[in-house]
DNA sequence: CGAAAATTTGATCGAAGTCAATCATTGTGG
DNA sequence: CCACAATGATTGACTTCGATCAAATTTTCG
């Protein structure tokens, strides 16, 4: 998979980018391949970057009271960044990981910004992927607020098939804000019945 | 206060606009008073417009198993607007409520679409928006997620000063995610110290 | 003023947390 | 390439926070 195809992956799953506007962000853009468990942002950090996952995994997590709470996963062509640190300019609280051998489409804000300014379609596909991002937010704390720790586990599961099988029990636990006790005990519960 | 003023709160507080822009925003938008209980939106609409609190306060629920649960407090020189209809175009699953005496500039998704075409400004402003109310989500879920019931009602309490004086608990309740009777029990304890 | 809505208080219960020990899987250095 | 350490997952016993159900009290408003 070169930089020209995942260039491609996002045109076509987000929202059509002239050739001209391929052509560029390709000049400002690297592929790059990580080995599982590398840190692309740690806390503290100011985070330029944006990443496409064009093969592998990635999640944000923070540390709370010393606790690894998993934030946000990410998969093939979902987008990931430490969101705080990115928009407000600000230290980040998160760390990025990267959780399989990775392939990702690498860009900095200050480019963004750039191709933003010269191409009305790059601007769009950003506040596209702000929306999306702000409606699955939204759509989670529904989650949150008023289902059992199983129901939980359902809805992510139903978002996002085979995470179990990808990620370790342990981040899917802190990700639905249940402890890893409680998340194995369901699990064992459901292939009992 | 009138749709001129109004409109320059919006420049001041989000992102500059220019003053053709804010003519033009001024033609294609109308300021409206509500009564309190006001209905803005129903559940099953086509929600598609977007609503700025000049004076006032509005919240968006959604009925969950027949009960009334608050998905967002809206104030003086915030926006609201049934999100998922309005940037999904699906039937709204939530309502939009004017729960203070109000006076609301509504411009639609339609005129808001022109102005961001034809104004960069705009366009921005509409990211800037998103983004925010983006950043805002991802806090909540943090709040949510690790904090007891008391802390969360701190947590609001930093976010939205008065709060408690402005909106009913029960509005809150359902808001952070617990029952009444512990919000009242949890507010009780406070002032028992 | 009286009805409806909002809030408080009390008693009881249960889902999920905590703490602790064990079992399973993974991966790395000798 | 095996051994054993490190990491990840399961199981058990016990506790707790907040839910539920019920009733009383206060506030709001036509």
Do not use: H
């Given at each position: 998979m070169n930089k020209e195809q995942s260039?491609?992956?996002?045109s076509t799953n987000y929202s059509f980018l002239s050739p001209e506007c391929k052509i560029e962000l390709s000049a400002f853009s690297q592929i790059l391949t990580f080995d599982k468990k590398t840190i692309l942002v740690k806390e503290g950090q100011f985070a330029t970057n944006m990443y496409f996952i064009v093969k592998?995994?990635?999640r944000a997590y923070y540390l709370k009271d010393g606790k690894?709470?998993?934030d946000w996963f990410a998969f093939e062509n979902?987008?990931?960044c430490a969101i705080n640190s990115f928009f407000l300019k600000i230290p980040s609280p998160h760390y990025i990981e990267?959780?399989?051998p990775s392939i990702l489409l690498k860009i900095s804000k200050e480019h963004i910004e750039k191709l933003s300014d010269k191409y009305r379609e790059f601007d769009s596909l950003g506040k596209i992927i702000i929306t999306k991002t702000m409606l699955q937010l939204q759509q989670r704390i529904v989650s949150i607020q008023f289902e059992t720790a199983s129901q939980k586990l359902e809805s992510l599961e139903e978002?996002?098939?085979?995470?179990t099988q990808r990620v370790p029990l342990m981040h899917i636990a802190s990700y639905l804000g249940i402890t890893l006790e409680t998340?194995?005990?369901i699990r064992?519960?459901?292939?009992?019945?």
């Open positions: 260039i491609d992956l996002i592998g995994a990635a690894d709470v998993t979902d987008f990931i990267v959780i399989e978002n996002l098939p085979n995470i998340l194995s005990r064992n519960a459901k292939y009992r019945i």
